[in-house]
């Protein structure tokens, strides 16, 4: 029942690859499909992108807890994306230190099945939420790959166009099946093996 995740900085194609994957009817009848939440916040007037504050941050990270305890689960975004998010804003003096520690603490005990990664390859398009500051999406673009070697995290990136990321998707997902099928084979052909000794 895996959980995958589907990171990288704003703009980059997260919401318009999960939104082509919500059509292909083998995914939509097997996930769950968990979208961005920040424009659910924006509309109580709480700040977000590069304005965000402690409130923006813990509000994400309590509704990414949440998410996390729905199996078969595509995020748009996760515990990595609140994390660097997160730092970004304490670089920047607008959240509290303490707030980095709870994003750092959620990041390392909430774990994924699958992440995957989009770096940006397109200009930003103005959409009413996302911000349309290069500086900001560079620095964040940085920062996840700070995180990311820094845990070791190493992801599936998707890039080129939408049919491109799609069929990297469907092909991953591919082989972590033959993978778990794999798997359970083993441990079954183990268990046997206990019985026929016993």
């Known amino acids: 029942m895996p959980k995958i995740s589907i990171s990288g900085a704003h703009s980059t194609g997260k919401s318009t690859i999960i939104n082509a994957l919500k059509d292909i009817p083998t995914l939509s009848k097997r996930f769950a499909f968990k979208g961005e939440i920040l424009r659910d916040i924006k509309k109580t007037g709480i700040r977000i992108n590069e304005y965000g504050s402690d409130e923006t941050q813990l509000l994400v990270l309590s509704k990414m807890m949440e998410y996390a305890t729905i199996p078969n689960t595509i995020l748009d975004r996760c515990m990595l994306d609140c994390l660097v998010y997160t730092a970004y804003l304490y670089e920047n003096g607008q959240v509290k230190k303490n707030t980095l520690q709870i994003a750092e603490m959620l990041f390392e005990k909430i ?59 469907i092909n991953t997902i591919g082989m972590y099946d033959k993978w778990i099928m794999s798997e359970n084979e083993e441990k079954q052909k183990f268990m046997e093996s206990i019985k026929l000794g016993s």
């Not at 390859?121 to 996840?144: K, M």
Request: charged share 30%; with cysteine; hydrophobic share 35%.
């Open 111 to 169: 774990r994924y099945d699958i992440y995957f990664y989009i770096a940006p390859e397109f200009p930003i398009i103005h959409d009413g939420i996302r911000s349309e500051n290069l500086e900001f999406r560079d620095r964040v673009a940085e920062l996840f790959e700070e995180y990311m070697e820094s845990y070791k995290l190493i992801p599936i990136r998707l890039s080129g166009n939408v049919e491109e990321r799609v069929n990297c998707f």
